[in-house]
Protein backbone atom coordinates (compact mmCIF):
# COMPACT_ATOMS: atom_id res chain seq x y z
CA UNK A 1 0.00 0.00 0.00
CA UNK A 2 1.72 3.06 -1.26
CA UNK A 3 1.02 6.11 1.27
CA UNK A 4 1.13 9.75 0.21
CA UNK A 5 0.63 13.17 1.49
CA UNK A 6 0.47 16.39 0.14
CA UNK A 7 1.36 19.80 1.86
CA UNK A 8 1.81 23.46 1.09
CA UNK A 9 -1.37 24.60 0.13
CA UNK A 10 -3.29 27.70 0.98
CA UNK A 11 -4.66 31.07 0.44
CA UNK A 12 -2.93 33.35 -2.18
CA UNK A 13 -4.05 36.38 -4.28
CA UNK A 14 -3.57 36.67 -7.63
CA UNK A 15 -0.42 36.78 -8.99
CA UNK A 16 1.20 35.00 -5.99
CA UNK A 17 3.28 31.83 -6.03
CA UNK A 18 3.31 28.84 -3.86
CA UNK A 19 4.96 25.39 -3.50
CA UNK A 20 3.51 21.93 -3.05
CA UNK A 21 5.07 19.36 -1.85
CA UNK A 22 4.14 15.59 -1.46
CA UNK A 23 6.02 12.47 0.47
CA UNK A 24 5.80 9.38 -0.58
CA UNK A 25 6.25 5.78 0.54
CA UNK A 26 7.05 4.91 -2.64
CA UNK A 27 8.03 6.50 -6.18
CA UNK A 28 7.69 4.69 -9.63
CA UNK A 29 8.72 5.34 -12.84
CA UNK A 30 5.87 8.29 -13.53
CA UNK A 31 4.18 10.38 -11.26
CA UNK A 32 1.77 14.03 -11.20
CA UNK A 33 -0.03 15.83 -10.07
CA UNK A 34 -3.80 16.41 -10.66
CA UNK A 35 -6.63 19.15 -9.62
CA UNK A 36 -10.40 19.04 -8.66
CA UNK A 37 -12.48 21.24 -8.51
CA UNK A 38 -16.01 20.04 -6.69
CA UNK A 39 -18.53 18.62 -9.00
CA UNK A 40 -15.68 18.85 -12.19
CA UNK A 41 -13.96 15.63 -13.23
CA UNK A 42 -10.14 15.43 -12.11
CA UNK A 43 -7.99 16.91 -14.46
CA UNK A 44 -3.95 16.55 -15.00
CA UNK A 45 -1.90 19.38 -14.13
CA UNK A 46 1.65 17.79 -14.50
CA UNK A 47 3.10 14.58 -15.23
CA UNK A 48 7.03 13.78 -14.64
CA UNK A 49 9.76 10.92 -14.72
CA UNK A 50 11.15 10.08 -11.04
CA UNK A 51 14.42 11.01 -13.18
CA UNK A 52 12.87 14.76 -14.17
CA UNK A 53 14.07 13.65 -17.65
CA UNK A 54 10.94 13.95 -19.27
CA UNK A 55 7.57 16.07 -18.36
CA UNK A 56 4.24 16.92 -19.41
CA UNK A 57 1.83 19.95 -18.51
CA UNK A 58 -1.89 20.74 -19.04
CA UNK A 59 -1.64 23.91 -21.32
CA UNK A 60 -3.62 26.23 -18.40
CA UNK A 61 -0.71 25.76 -16.76
CA UNK A 62 2.35 25.22 -18.65
CA UNK A 63 5.05 28.25 -18.36
CA UNK A 64 3.79 28.96 -14.32
CA UNK A 65 4.13 25.03 -13.06
CA UNK A 66 6.85 23.06 -12.66
CA UNK A 67 6.83 19.46 -11.26
CA UNK A 68 10.16 18.25 -9.94
CA UNK A 69 10.83 14.77 -8.18
CA UNK A 70 13.74 14.59 -5.17
CA UNK A 71 14.49 10.49 -5.10
CA UNK A 72 16.41 10.83 -2.19
CA UNK A 73 13.59 12.41 -0.15
CA UNK A 74 11.17 10.50 -1.98
CA UNK A 75 9.14 13.81 -2.40
CA UNK A 76 6.92 14.91 -5.44
CA UNK A 77 6.92 19.16 -5.89
CA UNK A 78 5.04 21.70 -7.30
CA UNK A 79 6.15 24.92 -7.77
CA UNK A 80 3.36 27.06 -9.02
CA UNK A 81 3.78 30.88 -10.23
CA UNK A 82 1.76 33.71 -11.26
CA UNK A 83 -1.17 31.87 -9.84
CA UNK A 84 -4.80 32.90 -11.23
CA UNK A 85 -8.55 32.27 -9.68
CA UNK A 86 -8.87 29.47 -11.97
CA UNK A 87 -6.11 27.46 -10.54
CA UNK A 88 -8.46 27.39 -7.45
CA UNK A 89 -8.51 23.48 -7.01
CA UNK A 90 -7.84 20.40 -4.72
CA UNK A 91 -4.08 19.79 -6.11
CA UNK A 92 -3.92 15.70 -5.83
CA UNK A 93 -0.59 13.94 -6.07
CA UNK A 94 -0.23 10.70 -7.46
CA UNK A 95 1.96 7.48 -8.57
CA UNK A 96 2.25 4.64 -10.98
CA UNK A 97 0.95 7.04 -13.45
CA UNK A 98 0.59 6.76 -16.80
CA UNK A 99 3.21 9.03 -18.70
CA UNK A 100 0.13 10.23 -20.79
CA UNK A 101 -1.48 11.72 -18.02
CA UNK A 102 -4.45 9.26 -18.22
CA UNK A 103 -4.31 8.91 -14.56
CA UNK A 104 -2.40 7.04 -11.54
CA UNK A 105 -3.24 3.81 -9.62
CA UNK A 106 -2.44 5.49 -5.97
CA UNK A 107 -3.32 9.06 -5.08
CA UNK A 108 -2.58 11.30 -1.84
CA UNK A 109 -5.40 13.09 0.00
CA UNK A 110 -5.05 16.54 -1.66
CA UNK A 111 -4.41 20.37 -0.43
CA UNK A 112 -6.66 22.67 -1.35
CA UNK A 113 -5.41 26.17 -3.29
CA UNK A 114 -7.18 28.96 -3.47
CA UNK A 115 -6.31 32.26 -5.31
CA UNK A 116 -8.51 35.30 -5.41
Known amino acids: HVQLVESGGGSVQSGGSLRLSCTAS?????VAWFRQVEGKEREMVAV????????RYADSVKGRFTASVDVAKSAIYLEMNNLKPEDTALYIC?????????????WGQGTQVTVS
Open 94 to 106: GVYCRWTGGGCSN
Open 26 to 30: KLSDF
Open 48 to 55: VRTDNSYS
